[in-house]
């Protein structure tokens, strides 16, 4: 019986990120697979330590032989303590060094477009589209500009943030993430946006970003290491371009507002526990009618 496993849309440099790759692991460990056959070496992996490893260590001691098409490898040609030699190391070598170049052409390319004023998120702001002609530029989408609009509005007036989100969640208001997947934008939920509302979370997101003014802020997150954990960068390390799209909200609403969330932490401070994923290090998301916390990317779930 023939097994197939991918992992779509994963870095290839680390090994357990990637769903499809661990269940073919845990397979091998469970003696139902007894061969794997990659393309090449860099398909299974484009870390040349952990993919020797995998070679050298466990698939020997699992009995899985292993076969490498464009590369000419099968370790069953191979001796007993044979390991395939300098050729096998060096191209493992080359593929995880390629790796790591592009992840620095990537980021110094990224930094560029933001630079130069240029939108390069995956998924544009609420409020805004991609324009059609040019899609590192943002486009007002009047109906929800109108919710943004009423949003700072309402906190203008003296609402705080569990108001507004009924308000909104009262009026049958499409959230931001129910958008995305109407507009099938995020795949992850199949189209599904039954469940989605408004959040205090949703609704401090909007508070809090200066994108509304018109400006462009880019580069708020840095991941140190190919596959690592992304973290909050230090806000020198951010990228601030003014008028580089059509504002929402005036500057001078923006500022008195950041102005009352500051106060109210002041006057109410608060002890909060935190869960991050283990694997990206962004914050857990708590499920009240599940009892879980999940990931935002999706990728780890957590039971409480």
């Given at each position: ?60 001691f699992l009995g899985v032989r292993f076969i490498s ?236």
């Amino acid at each position: 019986r023939v097994i197939e496993r991918c992992d779509d849309g994963f870095s290839g440099t680390h090994f357990d990120t990637r769903p499809g790759f661990m269940e073919m692991i845990e397979l091998a460990k469970h003696r139902k697979v007894n061969c794997i056959i990659v393309k090449d070496f860099s398909r299974f992996g484009r870390n040349y330590v952990e993919l020797g490893d995998y070679l050298e260590q466990l698939f020997p001691f699992l009995g899985v032989r292993f076969i490498s098409v464009n590369d000419g490898y099968d370790s069953a040609d191979l001796r007993d303590g044979e390991t395939g030699g300098l050729d096998v190391a060096f191209k493992n070598i080359i593929y995880d060094y390629y790796s790591r170049d592009l992840s620095k052409k990537a980021k110094l390319a990224k930094r560029q477009l933001a630079l130069s004023g240029k939108y390069s998120a995956s998924y544009p702001l609420y409020g805004y589209r991609k324009s059609s002609s040019d899609k590192h530029k943002l486009v007002v989408v009047p109906e929800e500009a109108k919710i943004v609009r009423e949003v700072y509005d309402m906190k203008l007036s003296g609402m705080n943030n569990t108001d507004i989100a009924r308000n909104l969640n009262e009026r049958k208001i499409e959230p931001p993430a129910a958008r995305l997947v109407r507009q099938e934008m995020m795949s992850s939920f199949e189209g599904r946006t039954e469940g989605f509302i408004w959040t205090t979370g949703e609704i401090l997101h909007i508070l809090q970003n200066e994108e509304y003014t018109g400006t462009l802020v880019a580069q708020k997150h840095i991941c140190r290491e190919i596959g690592g954990r992304i973290e909050k960068a230090p806000k020198e390390h951010w990228v601030k371009v003014e008028g580089t799209h059509e504002a929402i909200v005036s500057k001078d609403e923006y500022a008195i507002v950041q102005k009352m969330i500051r106060t109210l932490v002041q006057m109410k401070p608060k002890r909060r526990i935190i869960y991050k994923c283990g694997l990206c290090g962004r914050t857990l998301e708590g499920r009240s009618r599940t009892g879980s916390m999940r990931c935002t990317a999706g990728r780890v779930g957590l039971k409480e």
